[in-house]
């Protein structure tokens, strides 16, 4: 059965540092694999999608990467910003059907 | 473009009571996904239809049903409900397996 762990559960930074979040998966047999933002009460934006075939992607300040051998995938985030505050979720998808979450990542970026 | 929306946005329902949530996809998307998140936890899959039919379902008990309709729009249907089916109720919509969009969820609270 596919577990997906985050870690850290919660990280206050300064702003403007850089910053990775982490993300864990126990079967590597994925079809991809999704970050979310999610701010309080709120539905979940996408950020990125990394295909099993790919190694990393990138939208702006965030960099998703995927090792798919080793189960982990990081989600970067340089330069953060107060407007960055939310928690953060990982899901893998194995069969192009349902996503399997994370608990999240609750990340508060001070000014 | 609208994207994926979801009512109605709050709700408070007793025990035993029935509740039907509706879901209207992103334009152009075939598929719509329901997930139940309950505070401080992530997402977890309830079913996914696809052509009207149900494709896949999670760890979900009957009293939990759905339906798509001709225009791809979905509800969710929860009968005799219980506290513990307090939650955010999340709509996904892709178009077949693709990337996952998400409304802002129905806030169910059950007394």
């Known amino acids: 059965k596919q577990e997906v762990t985050q870690i850290p559960a919660a990280l206050s930074v300064p702003e403007g540092e850089n910053l990775v979040l982490n993300c864990s998966f126990t079967?590597?047999?994925?079809?991809?694999l999704q970050w979310f933002r999610q701010d309080p009460g709120k539905g979940l934006t996408s950020l990125l999608l990394?295909?099993?075939?790919?190694r990393e992607q990138t939208s702006g300040r965030l960099n998703a990467s995927l090792d798919k051998s080793s189960g982990r995938s990081t989600l970067y985030i340089a330069a953060s910003q107060p407007g960055d505050s939310a928690t953060y979720l990982c899901?893998?998808?194995?069969?192009?059907?349902?996503?399997?979450f994370g608990k999240g990542t609750t990340l508060s970026v001070s000014s | 473009d609208a994207g994926v929306t979801q009512s109605p946005t709050h709700l408070i329902k007793t025990r035993g009571q029935q509740v039907t949530l509706r879901c209207s996809p992103k334009s152009g998307h075939d598929t719509v996904s329901w997930y139940q998140q309950a505070l401080g936890q992530g997402p977890q899959f309830i079913f996914q239809?696809?052509?009207?039919?149900?494709?896949q379902r999670g760890n979900f008990p009957d009293r939990f049903s759905g339906h798509q309709f001709p225009n791809y729009s979905s509800e969710l249907n929860v009968n005799a409900l219980l506290l513990g089916d307090s939650a955010l109720y999340l709509c996904a919509s892709s178009l077949a397996i693709g990337e996952l969009f998400f409304g802002e969820g129905s806030r169910l609270t059950v007394l």
């Open positions: 239809y696809y052509e009207e039919e149900e494709r």
């Open positions: 079967d590597s047999a994925i079809y991809n």
């Open positions: 990394i295909q099993s075939s790919q």
């Open positions: 899901a893998v998808d194995q069969a192009g059907t349902a996503l399997i």
